[in-house]
């Protein structure tokens, strides 16, 4: 069946732009996250949407970074005034209520 | 300290041999625990959720013992695709999971 999809796969932008990156989840489960993961390292939690309860947005790392999540299903984060620093994969992944988790094949950012 | 720690290698070894992964992790209300497999440059895959009984599939064991925190993995035979990091994850009721930074293994012929 359909996994996890992101888009794009790859962004370029410029210092100072904004940027959205899209996750579709896996139909019918009802937990989305967001990570990233910078080259060489581990994954970083970034927000975690679990139904129609509040976001925990506990690892979200500046006020730059947002997310929303449209209807219980596609999932938007947007990066304001990108920095170098945010040049990384951002993975998303959903999960039914069993924690399994699944990932989609992430959007490689690079920030110039 | 760090919610869950991972020895992070790399573990270099021939084809065939049998090979093991610990972590450990810090909060004992976790609930869930799982090993996933990260391929270069690619998303992460689980491999198998960890039960307290531990459980096995095919080479692959994976043991808990909640008492000490800790978590193992061992592959038998390894195989030259085996090759790959090892992530050991774990979480508690409505929050998102809880990676380590990855065990790197590389099987050599």
């Known amino acids: 069946g359909a996994g996890v999809s992101q888009s794009p796969s790859n962004k370029v932008t410029e210092k100072g732009k904004d940027v959205e990156l899209r996750c579709d989840p896996i139909?019918?489960?009802?937990?989305l996250y967001w990570y990233r993961q910078s080259l060489g390292q581990g994954l970083e939690f970034l927000i975690y949407f679990q139904g129609n309860s509040a976001p925990d947005k506990s690892g979200l790392p500046s006020d730059r970074f947002s997310a929303e999540r449209t209807g219980g299903s596609v999932s938007t984060l947007t990066i304001q005034r990108t920095q170098q620093e945010d040049s990384a994969v951002y993975l998303c992944?959903?999960?039914?209520?069993?924690?399994?988790?699944?990932f989609g094949p992430g959007t490689r950012l690079t920030v110039t | 300290r760090k919610e869950v720690e991972q020895d992070p290698g790399p573990f270099n070894v021939p084809e065939g041999a049998t090979v093991a992964f610990n972590c450990t992790y810090s909060?004992?209300?976790?609930?869930?625990f799982f090993w996933y497999r990260q391929d270069c440059r690619k998303e992460p895959k689980l491999l198998m959720s960890?039960?307290?009984s531990g459980n096995e599939d095919g080479r692959f064991t994976a043991q808990l013992n909640r008492a000490s925190q800790y978590i193992s993995l061992l592959i038998r035979d390894s195989k030259l695709s085996d090759s790959a990091t090892y992530l050991c994850?774990?979480?508690?009721?409505?929050?998102?999971?809880?990676f380590g930074k990855g065990t790197t293994l590389s099987v050599s012929s």
């Open positions: 992944a959903s999960s039914p209520p069993s924690y399994e988790q699944y």
């Open positions: 994850v774990v979480n508690q009721a409505g929050t998102a999971l809880i």
């Open positions: 139909s019918g489960h009802t937990a």
């Open positions: 909060n004992s209300a976790s609930q869930s």
């Open positions: 960890v039960y307290s």
